[in-house]
Each structure stands twice: as C-alpha cells, then as structure tokens.
C-alpha cells in the first residue's frame, strides 16, 4: 500500500501525520511502556500525556531521568515564534513543562523567537508585528505559572547580543550542506534565516547539564544538529521528548492555522466564539441521523472533539474512557459530545485569562530579575 503523503518541518504541517513514520524518519526513539512507567512514577497524575501517547517519541529521555536520580541534574527548554495569538496547541509543551518543573524543581528556559518570525519572509510580518506578539505571548506564558525564580524568558531580540560570543561557536560547527540537507534552506533564503538554527539552539547549551527539551516533533530537525555539535563545544547532546500535534477542529489533517480561523481555538477567544467554533466546525465521527448514530455509533479515531478532550481537556482517565465507550456505543450522540468539550475548554480560558491577569506583574521576573534570569543577563559567555 502506498505510503500517506505529509510533511513535518519546523514552518510546515500538511496532511495526516503517520507518527510511527516520523519516528523512523527523524531517527527518534518511542516511549517505551518502560518509560513512560518511569516518567509517570516521577510526575504522577499529570503524566497522562505521556500514559495516553500524546508525549510518544525521545531522545535520550532514560538519561535525564537517570542524571536526575544520580543528583546531576537537568534542566528543560522550550519555546514560541511569536507570529500572531496563541493557540490551545502552543501552550501544550507550556503546561507540560510546568508540570515537569513542579515534579522536579529543575531551571526552565523560554525562547520567544521573534528574529525568526521576522526572516520567515512568507509570514510577512514586519519586525513591529514580531514585537507585539512577542509581547502577547509572553503573557499567555507567564499565565501558564512556571517559577519565576527558576525560570528565564530570553527574547530573541534582546538576549542574543548579550550571548553572542557562544552563539559564534555554534554558527561556526554548522556547514551549509548540513543545514540545506536539514531545513532545505535554498539559494532563495536569507542568510538571516539561514544562521537562525545557531540561534535556537543556544538555550540547549545554557547550562553544562543535560537538557530536555519538550515539544511538538516538528522542532526536532534543531535537535538533530545540535547533537552533532554539542560534544564538541563541551556540553551534553540535547534531549527531547516530542508530542504530537493537536489536530484543526476541522479534522486530523494539516495544522491549526492562523490564516484559517475556524481551525483553531485561541487563548483570546472568548466564550461565544469558543461554542461556535466548536458547534459549527468541528469535524464529527459521529453518523449523520440520529437513528443512525445510536445504530452504529460514532469513531472517536477521527472525532476532533473526542481527540481534543484525550489530548488535552480531560486527563481523569476513567472518565475519558466512558467517554470514549458511550461515544462508541451510540449512546452519547456528536452534540453531547460537543457540549462536554465545549465546558471544558471555556472552563480551562477562563481559569487561564484569569491566571494571565495575575502574570502581568510578574513578566519581569521571568525576563530580568528572577533569580535565574538575573545570572543569565550576568553569565560572560565569552567563557562558555
Ligand atoms: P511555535 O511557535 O511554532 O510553536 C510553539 C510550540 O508549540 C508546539 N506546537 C504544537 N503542539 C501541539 N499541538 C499543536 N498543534 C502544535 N503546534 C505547535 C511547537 O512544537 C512548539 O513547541 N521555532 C519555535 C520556537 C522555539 C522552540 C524552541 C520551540 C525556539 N526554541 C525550543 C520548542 C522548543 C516555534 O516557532 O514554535
């Protein structure tokens, strides 16, 4: 049978993603059932992610967790391209980062890539639109309540100056056929883009423990160069631990899109749009007559509702497993159904824009005066 076409780049998710594929293509490793046991005895409850596959591939997961038990330590980094609003998928890696740092205390660092959405020319942004996104996001990030004394947002813009002695070091391991071969750079690309992977890859080596770095599995192809090089700069290969995506409320296929509003649901958006949104364009698995449904009942596989509330909104696993049967069985019909995800995601953004407000005052801690961000803003990277 031939192969399902997609793609997955760091700028690009088309088609139906095969994960297991992925794996195979970016040389990645899947989360064993071993693993995941061991990630869950260490974060308990909130390990569902990784129980029900959302977290589903790594690299060099087993030796963080195996550092952190010896007393080495770790610490973890993530980060946003600030292009526009957030949007429920985006903020993903975020609270399962804080979900790790709760567990295990450890230093996160946040990168808000304005420069890249600057030099992705396709966007079109100008460099004030990457300005007040960077400013936005950085909220809906601070709302997320990561610890401001062990956590450091760097903006691109303002942080690279100061770390550029380090970053130089970088920039000078990657040869343009590694970095053509790994991100199709072409004669076309701006030489600002095509330094850009120096650039995120700087926050994997802040520190000289390992790093983990979650994600969605489209930000891997940074990883794979990084591990080339990090040895012989003196810091340890990067680990990562990849989710898959959250699907478009319009079905599994593609990426939720700024451009196509529908897709996705927003940290910003409010309630009505939220009901909607959801009533009017998320894709059912459902039948299409009641009768019909009870008959034969619906697939929750390719129900975006269902999918959503496994990947996400409903990490009580019992009931998510009654959902999943009723739905099955008829005996939940597509409307009910969208009403239990409606609840939830309006209960998860209100608690979140309320957390958001309280964040205001606490920006700065993550950018300058924490604990955390004040060595970094102090660290010589001349003698990293
Ligand atoms: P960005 O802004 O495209 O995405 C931010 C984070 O969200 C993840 N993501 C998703 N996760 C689940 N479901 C989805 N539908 C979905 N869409 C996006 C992304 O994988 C990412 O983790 N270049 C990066 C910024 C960056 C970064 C990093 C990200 C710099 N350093 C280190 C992760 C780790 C970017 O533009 O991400």
């Not at 992705?120 to 401001?148: C, F, H, M």
């Not at 690279?160 to 053509?180: C, D, E, F, M, Q």
Request: hydrophobic share 35%; with cysteine.
């Amino acid at each position: 049978m031939a192969e399902k076409k997609f793609v997955v780049t760091p700028w690009e998710v088309t088609g139906e993603v095969d994960y297991d594929r992925l794996i195979r293509d970016f040389g990645t490793q899947p989360i064993s059932a071993t693993l995941a046991k061991r990630l869950e005895g260490i974060m308990g409850d909130s390990a569902y992610l990784v129980k029900r596959g959302i977290f589903f591939s790594h690299r060099d997961l087993n030796m963080v967790l195996d550092d952190h038990e010896k007393g080495k330590g770790f610490f973890l980094y993530t980060g946003r391209g600030p292009s526009g609003p957030m949007h429920i998928g985006h903020i993903l890696p975020f609270y399962f980062t804080k979900q790790l740092q709760d567990k295990l205390h450890v230093n996160v660092y946040i990168q808000i890539t304005d420069d890249e959405k600057f030099l992705e020319e396709k966007r079109n942004l100008s460099y004030e639109d990457t300005q007040k996104w960077a400013v936005e996001n950085i909220l809906e990030i601070a709302a997320v309540g990561l610890d401001p004394e062990k956590t450091f947002i760097l903006q691109d813009t303002e942080f690279v100056g100061h770390a550029y002695p380090l970053i130089l070091k970088i920039a000078r391991k990657i040869n343009y056929s590694t970095a053509k071969s790994v991100f199709g750079f072409t004669g076309e690309t701006n030489v600002g883009f095509s330094f850009y992977p120096s650039i995120q890859i700087l926050p994997s080596l802040l520190e000289k423990k390992r790093c983990l770095i979650p994600s969605a599995i489209d930000q891997d192809p940074y990883w794979r160069i990084q591990r080339d090089i990090a040895e012989s700069l003196g810091f340890h290969k990067a680990a990562a631990i990849h989710s898959k995506f959250i699907p478009p409320l319009t079905g599994m296929a593609d990426k939720m899109s700024s451009s196509r509003p529908e897709t996705a649901i927003y940290l910003t958006d409010d309630d009505k749009t939220v009901k909607n949104k959801i009533y009017k364009h998320a894709f059912s698995g459902g039948q299409s007559s009641i009768e019909e449904h009870r008959k034969l009942g619906g697939n929750p596989d390719v129900d975006v509702p269902f999918q959503w509330l496994y990947m996400f909104f409903e990490p009580d696993d019992q009931k998510i497993e009654e959902i999943r049967t009723e739905y099955k069985k008829g005996q939940l019909l597509t409307g009910q159904l969208k009403d239990i995800l409606v609840e939830k995601v309006t209960r998860f953004l209100h608690d979140h824009r309320e957390r958001r407000e309280k964040a205001r005052d606490r920006v700065h801690l993550y950018k300058k005066d924490g604990a955390l961000a004040r060595e970094m803003w102090k660290h010589d990277f001349s003698k990293s």
